[in-house]
């Protein structure tokens, strides 16, 4: 019961039309399976249950992802070659800029260092500060995806995405 | 249909589940894990990513088994489903006699 009723909550994290969709099947699958697990071992139970919620958590970003890119190809090996045609999702162009701008700002950690210790000296290998530099590039990375995905959001939570669909004029029949 | 092949070996044994008869969704997951030997088990959220994903191909459809079951879905093949199958068993049948000629050959 318990168990279920977590099931039920993560859920919570798939996208809504997903969840409609899915979420009661699921969650009839789930008992079904967990009733049978009850009767074996505690380690097999334990095993069940990570495999659940680690399923969930990653099918659920796998569906928040897609619902934001429109698409499975750049997750699925075999999702890549179902399609002849060409396709670039925008989630590769996110994730390309966020590479790009992660190399941008490594570019200036490195010259703000060489001026530091002056052209020409040698640097000495100094790994709490570069733990630090790489630390800051992992939290201006992640600021970055944060705040992109919250513009993202906030667009989609407008409405404005629908906008394309309208028609300005009455269509003459 | 070429460029969709190789499968992978879940969605390969979801298909071949699906092949013999409709199922719904825990009657996928106890085939898929009898089939590979206990090798392969998924989770639901796993299967049902799959699902979806293969629905979307239109390789499998979803349809309502009975009507006093709410929330019970069954899923079987589609023709294009089923193609695809063929084909991924043609490949392999030939992966196989060649891999058997050429160790045959290495042998002897």
Not at chain 2, 51 to 66: A, M, P, T
């Amino acid at each position: 019961m318990l168990m279920l009723a977590l099931y039920r909550r993560l859920l919570y994290l798939y996208p809504a039309g997903y969840r409609c969709k899915y979420g009661e099947e699921m969650a009839w699958v789930f008992q079904q399976a967990h009733a049978e697990i009850t009767k074996g071992r505690v380690f097999a139970r334990a095993e069940f249950c990570a495999r659940e919620i680690g399923g969930l958590l990653f099918g659920s970003v796998r569906e928040q992802v897609r619902r934001l890119s429109n698409s499975y190809d750049w997750m699925s090996r075999e999702g890549g070659s179902m399609e002849s045609k060409f396709r670039f999702p925008r989630a590769t162009v996110f994730l390309m800029l966020l590479s790009l701008a992660g190399v941008v700002l490594s570019l200036e950690e490195a010259r703000a260092i060489q001026i530091h210790y002056g052209v020409g000296s040698s640097i000495p290998p100094e790994w709490p500060a570069m733990l630090w530099i790489f630390g800051r590039l992992l939290l201006i990375a992640a600021a970055t995806a944060g705040i992109v995905w919250g513009i993202f959001f906030a667009l989609r939570r407008t409405g404005v995405h629908r906008l394309a669909e309208l028609k300005p004029w009455r269509e003459q029949k | 249909m070429e460029q969709r092949l190789p499968l992978t070996e879940p969605v390969l044994l979801l298909l071949l589940s699906l092949a013999e008869q409709p199922r719904h969704g825990y009657s996928i997951l106890k085939d898929v894990e009898r089939m590979s030997g206990g090798r392969v088990t998924l989770s639901t959220g796993t299967l049902y990513g799959a699902l979806q994903r293969l629905l979307s191909h239109g390789w499998i459809e979803r349809f309502k088994e009975d009507e006093a079951a709410r929330d019970r879905r069954a899923y079987r093949l589609t023709m294009q489903g089923r193609k695809i199958l063929q084909a991924e068993v043609e490949r392999m049948k030939h992966l196989t006699k060649l891999a058997g000629l050429r160790t045959a050959r290495k042998e002897a």
